[in-house]
């Protein structure tokens, strides 16, 4: 299944938007070395960032599901993800998974809306690689803004990512935004 949507660096946030008939919110793509410290590290790398996340805010990490939908063998979920020893937001993230790649067991821990993807290729054992294919540079919204807490106007970062099974077919495609990075 080929990654027919991988010029659109906004995609799949770009989806949800459409579909609910709201402009997007300003997003550019900048190269690797503009991403500024202290986003860089969490993002300028090949490596799933539900582990990442949870090793640089030493907690773990859980969904608050905003929208999702399942189209065909596809399932689309714009989800908040949270730490979970006080709820702080510590990404967005627009997903598309192709679900009929998964296992059976990964499917079901999928739509159960209620662990990270990056932990359920974990636990599965589901051999992937991840490809960051582009970085973001974003003006959050006010639905941006709300979801990560944000009381004024800031720059975020995030990156557009795919990540394949290991025949170079696409698990998933995927928008992943940070709020303001601090130590928690």
């Known amino acids: 299944m080929p990654d027919t949507n991988s010029t659109n ?4 946030l770009s989806e949800f938007y459409s579909r609910a008939k709201l402009p997007p919110p300003r997003i550019e793509t900048v190269p690797a070395d503009a991403v500024p410290e202290p986003f860089r590290p969490l993002l300028v790398h090949s490596n799933d960032m539900t582990l990442i996340l949870e090793d640089f805010h030493k907690n773990p990490i859980h969904l608050e599901v905003l929208k999702s939908e399942q189209r065909g063998g596809f399932y689309f979920r714009e989800v908040v993800l949270r730490l979970n020893h006080d709820e702080k937001p510590v990404e967005l993230v627009a997903n598309k998974i192709f679900l009929p790649l998964f296992p059976e067991e990964a499917q079901e821990l999928i739509l159960l809306e209620q662990v990270p993807l990056g932990r359920i290729l974990k636990e599965c054992g589901v051999r992937h690689k991840t490809e960051a294919r582009h970085f973001l540079r974003v003006e959050p919204d006010e639905l941006i803004a709300r979801a990560f807490e944000l ?4 720059t975020l970062y995030g ?3 795919v990540i394949s099974n290991l025949q170079g077919k696409p698990l998933s495609e995927i928008v992943e935004i940070l709020p303001p990075v601090g130590a928690s």
């Open 159 to 161: 990156r557009k990512t």
């Open 9 to 12: 660096f906004a995609y799949p």
């Open 151 to 154: 009381e004024q106007p800031v």
